[in-house]
């Protein structure tokens, strides 16, 4: 019974921290660090295209793969806000 309160908790908290990220970063905080870590979708990628310098002489391909490469940077917004989930946890 105290594992489930726990996990209900855990995830009470997660869930407001992700509304508050939300609210105050809209989709450049924990929502984009969760799609960069679970969706792999290629049809994704005009998102983050966005932050490479695009050059018209090399394939698709070429961006897809180093798009893949590029690590997930949370804003210190982001950061503060995960950091007060935790500790209220």
Do not use: E
């Amino acid at each position: 019974m105290c594992l489930q309160a726990l996990s209900c908790t855990f995830t009470g908290t997660f869930l407001l921290s992700l509304g508050v990220d939300l609210a105050v970063n809209r989709q450049n905080g924990v929502s984009r660090g969760l799609r960069h870590l679970l969706d792999g979708n290629d049809a994704h990628i005009l998102v983050r295209l966005s932050r490479l310098a695009i050059d018209r002489s090399l394939s698709w391909i070429y961006y897809i793969q180093a798009l893949r490469d590029i690590p997930y940077k949370p804003l210190l917004s982001t950061q503060i806000i995960l950091g007060v989930s935790i500790a209220l946890a």
